[in-house]
């Protein structure tokens, strides 16, 4: 979807679309750097919150700002993804954690196809500014419930210190 908007609805030239998603792949890797650094100062359950906020910033139409904000969207993803295999690893009894993770990438791997399919419908029918703020919107709505529940408190794993070598 990022794409088909930098090039279709923003029009944007290949070296500035290139800049974006070099930026993107950088802040990619620095989250997953820094997840010891934030993870040991920070609740899990408000680092993956943040995270998931920074997911529903990307609504300018500026390149330099799309490339910051598609920067900070990777390092969230790639951020979310590893407090949520911290998350796996703490809290699911070691007999089941290999039938968790596996379910939990099968239901990942219907379901990504399946919204990139309802994605492009409603891009194609209502543009795709349209669908990143749906999505946004969908983002902070969960966030607003999160934040009003019991596991904003949580921090699996915190009586271990999270190194480099646990998160890579």
Known sequence: MIIFRLKEELSLPSYQIGIIYTLSAFEGI????????????????????????????????????????NALLMGSVALHSRLVSILYQTQVP?????????????????????????????????????????GSVIIFLTNIIALSSSPRKANWGSENKITEETVC
């Open 30 to 69: 620095l989250s997953g750097w820094i997840l010891p650094l934030i993870h040991n100062k920070f609740k899990s359950s408000l680092t993956l919150l943040s995270s998931m906020s920074l997911l529903g910033l990307f609504s300018t139409t500026n390149w330099v700002l799309i490339g910051f904000f």
């Open 94 to 134: 070691i007999d089941f954690l290999g039938r968790v993770i596996s379910a939990s990438r099968l239901i990942s791997t219907i379901l990504a196809p399946i919204s990139v399919l309802v994605a492009g419908y409603l891009s194609e029918e209502f543009g795709s500014s349209t669908v990143f703020l749906i």
